[in-house]
């Protein structure tokens, strides 16, 4: 019967060791490779691909020796293929594109990239619709239908699939409600053809447009995002779009799970500061994320493998089935083989076979109870197996969610057990410390190696508390990176006893609020620095009430100084004399006039004037308050033209940038240095200030030889209440304002620095034209206008009264002075017809100067009313002519500004009439 049997038994025998070398062939091929290849969808080229991604392929290999990883950059297509036909190790994909071929294929994902955002890292991103800033009449999604649009490509999921479905919800299907729908390149291809509106409105991923404002290729009031989301400090990048995870790093079915593990461990320890990671614009891999979100839009949108929603096509099943099919043809190939062999030794089975067919009824009999046995068997076998699965898929989405949940709070959770001092940390600890297992001594004494040393003594006397008193452990500390870089956490635990009650164990968690204390202290910071405005805003009211008097004092003194001039006229040295007084006067009056602009008070005007002799009295004005140890040197050209704006607030700049540099070098030796000269700038020159226009500009160096400033501080210095000072020695807004006040000249201001080697400020300011400048500058009066009307003129001030009744009188005019508000108002409703003009002041006891002029415009409506002030928060030009008052001064009023302001009031009242 052994004899008979043989040609059977080869036949088996020859199946299993085909089916065998089947199943086993591709992992015999794979392990004697030392080269692994990991593909990546090129979305932007394979030059860019392998740019971005090949310091990562290094940076595995470095990890793994034993193996060497290469980068395969491949297009939709040709990753589909590369994948299907086992030609890949690993590959890197966007997420639509790694759930189609994990249904087709079995593939899995191994890690999620962190993509970065500024200094932090996230592994969610979404989708932006936008349009130009120019299509008023695009606001919404439901104002897209009937346009055209613009996405990356179909199977892009930022760049298109997310958009997708916020248009299906808002009931609009492209295919049919768009005038056109056209796929790009390119992300950055698709914002530039609608913001050169050749495509009405289009889509691309989260972070495209903050990349393109940070190399400047456009505009942030260039563009308008339809249905914007709200931002926060986690993801503060422009979306329309609900987010989603980010990339996967996925394996093949045929990748050894040892390599595997090796891949993802060396993935998951990849630091943000590492080549790979910068190269790659991550701040490394986290661990593999839920894809359920994924797998719920290409449904809704039937993508993928939800294209034929559960309905089997022959291409489906030859895509999926083939290995299967293989089989099946090998098993028809070996039963028609047993055939032959079976016709073949009909003869000899039928000698046999009558004895055979007793022992075989048995077998038959026997197998069936068999069958049912292991039918059953296997059926409690798959059933549990099943649950088993579940509750292990259960276990990985609660783990995998606790995870998340920590690393969102940055809290992790310790265990220490006491009685062999083994620590052990969860991993959003070694995120908080900056620290991986390899590198962290697994006890308490590796725990306080990381605590700062200041705060040493006190986590130690805070353990020691808590096992001898049982408390529970709650304690806030600083703990110091391997970088250097300092952390602020607190600690909470409490401490677990046998039944003895000894302690065994300590549990806790630990949190880094960093950010909590940092905000604690800008708040703190905030407060000190609205008490200094409250001090600042004093100053300005004392500066205003200062203005006011001293305005009233130099008042009577211009004017008899100007009478005195006219009287001397004939003695040269008296007049020159007099002159002095007058010039005096005025520069003191300019004095007047930066006070209230400093003090943020002065309303400020525009002029034309030359920058070289702003600068130097500026210089003279800084120099009386310097120490000996700082020189100053000047390089100012007197031939480099006008400018047109705000005097004063020129010189607020120079004095600002300056005191600025002189603080810088405090208590050491040091040399202040300021140019002045002509500078003509090109397009290219004003590429990043693209509100200037080139042409000649006035350009001042301002540098220091100081301590100098890092980066980071260079980069926020003009933002308002930023200050490196220590408190109380400034409130932040020195430059901020002058970089409101260049701004507001149509200039630009950009700074250097490196610690250690000072500071430069350069400022570029446009000139101003001369044919400008020509008609600017007034011709000099030759004679005073004069008149014989009657003028009352009013002032509390009896000094200022006398000089202005001289004044008017010595003009041929008819004068009645009054004191007191009241009485002239009095006198004036006595008399309402005798008088031809109202001079008053405005800050008068009784009566203001508006009180009285609106009571007498109440009785007169059409009589001429000047109003004088030396300051006043309570009115101004505007507000005094809207209620009929026709001309406003600022004292101290000239003899020729008082004649000519007078005699054109008188002369427009008696156009009028």
Not at 73 to 98: C, G, H, M, W
Not at 547 to 574: C, R
Not at 703 to 717: A, K, P, V, W, Y
Request: hydrophobic share 40%; aromatic share 8%; with cysteine.
């Amino acid at each position: 019967m052994d004899h008979e049997q043989q040609p059977f038994r080869l036949i088996i025998t020859i199946f299993l060791l085909l089916l065998l070398s089947s199943l086993l062939g591709g992992e015999t091929a794979f392990s004697t490779s030392q080269t692994i290849t990991i593909g990546v969808l090129a979305k932007r080229g394979p030059a860019i691909a392998r740019q971005k991604w090949s310091a990562t392929a290094h940076y595995l290999t470095t990890q793994i020796p034993a193996y060497t990883f290469t980068i395969v950059p491949l297009d939709f297509k040709e990753l589909y293929e590369a994948v299907r036909q086992e030609q890949l190790d690993f590959f890197i994909t966007n997420p639509s594109f790694y759930v189609e071929l994990e249904a087709k294929f079995k593939v899995s994902r191994i890690a999620t990239l962190e993509n970065r955002i500024g200094n932090t890292g996230s592994s969610l991103f979404g989708g932006v619709i936008l349009t130009s800033i120019a299509r008023k009449d695009l606001k919404t999604i439901a104002d897209l239908k009937g346009q055209s649009f613009m996405a990356v490509n179909p199977r892009s999921l930022g760049g298109w699939q997310m958009a997708w479905r916020e248009l299906k919800k808002a009931g609009i299907d492209p295919e049919n409600d768009f005038d056109k729908l056209l796929f790009g390149e390119t992300h950055d291809d698709v914002v530039h053809a609608v913001l050169s509106e050749k495509i009405a409105a289009g889509t691309v991923r989260t972070d495209t447009l903050e990349r393109m404002l940070a190399n400047g290729s456009i505009a942030a009031n260039d563009f308008r995002i339809i249905n914007p989301q709200p931002q926060d400090h986690n993801f503060p990048y422009y979306r329309s779009t609900p987010l989603y995870p980010e990339w996967p790093f996925a394996k093949p079915q045929h990748t050894p799970k040892e390599l595997t593990k090796l891949v993802t461990q060396a993935l998951l320890r990849m630091e943000p500061t590492s080549k790979a990671a910068i190269n790659a614009k991550i701040t490394g891999w986290d661990v593999p994320l839920d894809y359920l979100a994924i797998h719920d839009l290409m449904r809704e949108l039937h993508l993928g493998p939800y294209l034929t929603m559960g309905k089997a096509t022959l291409a489906d099943l030859v895509e999926h089935r083939w290995r299967e099919g293989i089989v099946i043809i090998f098993l028809f190939a070996l039963l028609f083989a047993a055939l032959f062999c079976a016709i073949i030794f009909n003869r000899r089975i039928k000698k046999v076979q009558t004895a055979l067919q007793s022992e075989l009824g048995k077998r038959q009999t026997a197998e069936k109870e068999l069958m049912k046995h292991r039918q059953h068997l296997e059926s409690l076998v798959q059933k549990r197996t099943e649950e088993l699965q579940h509750t292990n898929l259960l276990s990985r989405k609660a783990h995998g969610r606790l995870q998340e949940a920590q690393r969102i709070a940055h809290l992790g959770c310790w265990e220490w057990q006491i009685l062999d001092n083994s620590l052990w940390w969860s991993s959003e600890i070694y995120r908080i410390f900056g620290l991986t297992p390899a590198q962290f001594n697994a006890s308490l004494e590796g725990f306080l190696d990381s605590v700062h040393p200041a705060d040493r003594e006190l986590v130690q006397r805070a353990v020691e508390e808590t096992l001898s008193h049982g408390r529970n452990y709650d304690i806030e500390h600083r703990i110091v990176r391997p970088n250097g870089e300092e952390r602020i956490v607190q600690e909470r635990g409490q401490v677990e006893y046998d039944h003895t009650g000894e302690p065994i164990r300590m549990i806790g968690t630990v949190q880094d609020i960093t950010r909590r204390k940092q905000s604690d202290d800008e708040k703190k910071e905030l407060e000190n620095q609205l008490q200094h405005l409250h001090k600042v805003e004093a100053i300005g009211t004392l500066a205003g009430g200062i203005a006011h008097d001293f305005n009233n004092l130099l008042t009577p003194i211009l004017g008899y100084a100007e009478l005195v001039e006219e009287s001397v006229a004939d003695n040269d040295d008296a007049s020159r004399q007099i002159a002095e007084v007058i010039k005096a006067g005025y520069r003191a009056t300019d004095l007047v006039r930066q006070i209230l602009t400093f003090s943020r008070k002065g309303s400020g005007t525009e002029d034309f004037f030359t920058p070289g002799i702003m600068v130097k009295e500026s210089l003279k004005l800084l120099r009386a308050s310097l120490p000996s140890t700082i020189e100053i040197h000047e390089e100012i050209s007197n031939n480099c033209g006008m400018i047109h704006a705000d005097p004063t607030k020129f010189q607020q700049i120079i004095i600002n940038i300056c005191t600025n540099g002189v603080h810088a070098m405090e208590n050491e030796k040091g040399i202040l240095t300021v140019k002045l000269a002509n500078k003509e700038l090109t397009a290219k020159d004003l590429l990043p200030y693209r509100d200037l226009r080139p042409g000649q500009f006035i350009e001042i160096i301002i540098s220091d030889t100081g301590c100098g400033m890092d980066e980071t501080t260079r980069l926020h210095i003009f933002e308002p209440y930023f200050t490196t000072k220590e408190q109380g020695r400034g409130t932040g807004l020195g430059l901020a304002i002058v970089h409101g006040i260049i701004c507001e000249m149509h200039g630009m201001v950009q700074v250097k620095s490196e610690i250690g080697q000072g500071t430069t400020f350069a400022i570029y300011i446009p000139s101003a034209e001369k044919l400008q400048l020509k008609k600017k500058i007034p011709a000099m009066a030759t004679k005073l206008p004069t008149g014989t009307e009657h003028i009352l003129c009013i002032d509390d001030e009896e000094p200022v009264l006398r000089a202005e009744k001289l004044i008017l009188e010595g003009l041929g005019y008819r004068v009645t002075a009054e004191k007191d508000s009241q009485a002239a108002l009095t006198e004036f409703k006595n008399n309402p017809t005798d008088f031809d003009l109202i001079f008053t002041d405005q800050t008068m006891p009784n009566l203001t100067g508006t009180e009285l002029a609106s009571q007498i415009l109440a009785i007169r409506p059409e009589i001429p009313i000047i109003l004088c002030t030396g300051y006043s928060t309570l009115v101004s030009e505007e507000s005094a002519q809207a209620m009929g008052i026709k001309s406003f001064l600022m004292k101290p009023v000239s003899r020729q500004q008082m004649a000519e302001t007078v005699r054109e009031v008188l002369k427009k009242g008696a156009l009028k009439n």
